[in-house]
């Protein structure tokens, strides 16, 4: 069958077919509004990320249950970074008219496999045609006790600059793509990357983090954003960059550029009290998570950076800016 055929309605029954029920949905795919039911005593936290074809995406290299898995995971990635559980989410979808249905089915897919690996549920949406590419844009909401959340506003001097994972490698793996590569780890980090939902939400529940944001648009870029909002400057020790043995073999002269500005890797940037380095340790690695502590919040408005020599590393662009 094709889209034509289906029709707006179709498409969203054939969605809500997919779609299982949860105690706190009250009302779902359906009516003109979802009805949701809070966990009483917490926040409802609620973000929206929007992804545009030839933007954030090019169709000529992204299978779509990659592209439904990512869409969903940027917006999770924003709510482990807040220290949210996540819980719904809505999606609305502009689709060129010369789209197929088995893309659709494909992208469904994608984004339903990941809801359910994160246990988060679909309650509504809008479907659009669009008359140029196809736009992706997700809203979704989590939940926290008040006193968990986890603001970027909150680091203070003396403590320590921290890290999931590792950095660069979803830059790199665009750049391969770009250049004709189709597999391999940074591919895969680039087109696929996963939210460090559980480490968000260990790390706000425990009450471990400071301030913590989600590396979306670049280490030096993210971690200015911490430092703005939390008034202080940081020293970054780039010799502890957590760097991965593909993103090492592939990065050429200098290994530091895109492992500052490169986004999109979905690792938690996160501050900590020195005090709280091995208790961070053992929750991270319980996780099956690398953790690193790359550099520390000190007093000031600026985020020196320290080349393994010991000089001043000057970057060359700070972080993805849309406009810049
Ligand atoms: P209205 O015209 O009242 O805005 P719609 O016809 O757009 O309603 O949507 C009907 C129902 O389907 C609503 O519950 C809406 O949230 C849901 N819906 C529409 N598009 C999607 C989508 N892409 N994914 C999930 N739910 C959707
Ligand atoms: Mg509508």
Do not use: W
């Not at 502590?293 to 393994?308: L, R």
Request: overall charge negative; aromatic content about 4%; glycine content about 12%.
């Amino acid at each position: 069958m094709r889209l034509k055929e289906l029709g707006e309605f179709g498409l969203i029954d054939r969605i809500a077919r997919r779609v299982q029920n949860c105690p706190s949905v009250v009302l779902g795919i359906g009516d003109d509004a979802a009805a949701l039911l809070p966990t009483p005593g917490t926040l409802t936290l609620i973000t929206s990320d929007m992804l545009l074809e030839g933007v954030h995406f090019d169709l000529s290299f992204c299978d779509p249950q990659s592209l439904g898995r990512k869409s969903l995971a940027v917006n999770l990635s924003d709510l482990a970074a807040m220290g949210a559980r996540p819980r719904q989410f809505l999606l609305s979808i502009a689709l060129p008219t010369t789209i197929s249905l088995e893309f659709v089915d494909g992208f469904m897919a994608g984004i339903l496999e990941q809801a359910e690996r994160f246990d988060v549920t679909l309650v509504g949406g809008d479907t659009c045609a669009s008359l140029g590419g196809l736009a992706i844009s997700i809203t979704a909401l989590g939940e926290q006790t008040p006193e968990r959340v986890v603001r970027r506003s909150g680091a203070a001097p003396g403590d320590l600059v921290c890290l999931t994972g590792t950095v660069g490698d979803a830059a790199l793996g665009l750049s391969e793509l770009r250049r004709g590569e189709r597999q391999g780890f940074l591919v895969e980090r680039q087109l696929d990357p996963t939210p460090r939902v559980a480490a968000g939400v260990a790390l706000a529940e425990a009450g471990l983090a400071s301030a913590m944001i989600d590396v979306s648009d670049g280490v030096l870029g993210d971690l200015t954003h911490i430092c703005e909002l939390s008034g202080v400057g940081a020293r970054l020790e780039l010799a502890g960059l957590p760097l991965s043995e593909e993103y090492r073999a592939a990065c050429g002269a200098d290994p530091f550029a895109l492992a500052l500005s490169g986004g999109e890797d979905y690792e938690l940037l996160f501050c900590i009290r020195k005090e709280k380095r091995g208790e961070v340790e053992e929750l991270l690695e319980a996780l099956g998570l690398r953790f690193t502590v790359a550099g520390e919040i000190v007093a000031g408005n600026s985020v020196q950076m320290v080349a393994p020599d010991g000089s001043a590393y000057q970057p060359g662009k700070l972080g993805f800016d849309h406009f810049g």
